[in-house]
């Protein structure tokens, strides 16, 4: 079955310190990945995304994430967080429609001061 | 590129009642989808439109659910005789066409049905 999965529901951080979000997937064919952001109350916003190619990508914010298709992850990284980080991060996992896109549970990350 | 709008941010109802939410796409984008979701999940899909038609309707999308697009810009998502169970939040997003042009997504309105 298709399915992606973030196994950690919370994460916390402390200010200025190093930031990796797990992203786990099962899906059939190769996977378009996405991670997107929701602040409190607000709708999401895209982060990055792999399609192909080199598998390490930026994105905005000082974000970045890896594709590891071994061991079908593609977490997400920060080296030096900031309080403005608190969020929820969700990653995504499609194929070439996004209204097929499989999304995880999401992870509330936790900026301690 | 003024984002996706939608209205209201809030509505509160009682069981029974019938709602109407709005959604103003990214104009350049003919793709809209709507998404609902709930606390501590996920979005979860419930349809998309490519222009005027609606191409896609999840198996959530009960027959008291209805979404029309009539002029490929602007999109209502109605719930008829809404229950408790239908309170979460619904999130339209839009995208252009090609392949997976990522979700542009609206501040979402809240829903609780009390």
């Known amino acids: 079955a298709q399915s992606v999965t973030q196994p950690d529901i919370h994460i916390t951080v402390s200010e200025g310190a190093s930031l990796e979000l797990r992203c786990n997937y099962s899906?059939?064919?190769?996977?378009?990945l996405f991670w997107y952001v929701q602040s409190p109350g607000q709708g999401l916003q895209l982060l990055l995304k792999?399609?192909?190619?080199d598998t390490l990508v930026q994105g905005i914010k000082g974000f970045e994430a890896e594709f590891k298709r071994s061991q079908s992850s593609f977490n997400l990284r920060k080296p030096s967080v900031h309080w403005s980080d608190a969020a929820e991060y969700f990653c995504?996992?499609?194929?070439?429609?996004?209204?097929?896109?499989?999304w995880g549970a999401g992870t509330k990350l936790i900026i301690k001061p | 590129d003024t984002g996706v709008s939608q209205d209201p941010r809030h509505k509160i109802t009682k069981r029974g009642q019938n709602v109407t939410f709005r959604c103003d796409p990214i104009?350049?984008?003919?793709?809209l989808y709507w998404y609902r979701q709930t606390l501590g999940q996920g979005p979860e899909f419930l349809t998309y439109?490519?222009?005027?038609?609606?191409?896609?309707k999840s198996r959530l999308l009960s027959d008291r659910f209805s979404a029309e697009r009539p002029k490929g810009s602007f999109s209502t998502l109605e719930i008829q005789r809404t229950e408790q169970g239908d309170s979460a939040m619904y999130l339209c997003?839009?995208?252009?066409?090609?392949?997976?042009?990522?979700?542009?997504f609206g501040n979402g309105t809240r829903l609780t049905v009390t």
């Open positions: 997003a839009s995208s252009l066409r090609q392949g997976n042009s990522p979700l542009h």
């Open positions: 899906y059939g064919a190769t996977p378009y």
């Open positions: 995504a996992v499609g194929a070439d429609s996004n209204y097929q896109l499989i």
């Open positions: 104009s350049e984008h003919n793709r």
């Open positions: 792999y399609f192909s190619g």
């Open positions: 439109f490519q222009n005027e038609a609606q191409l896609e």
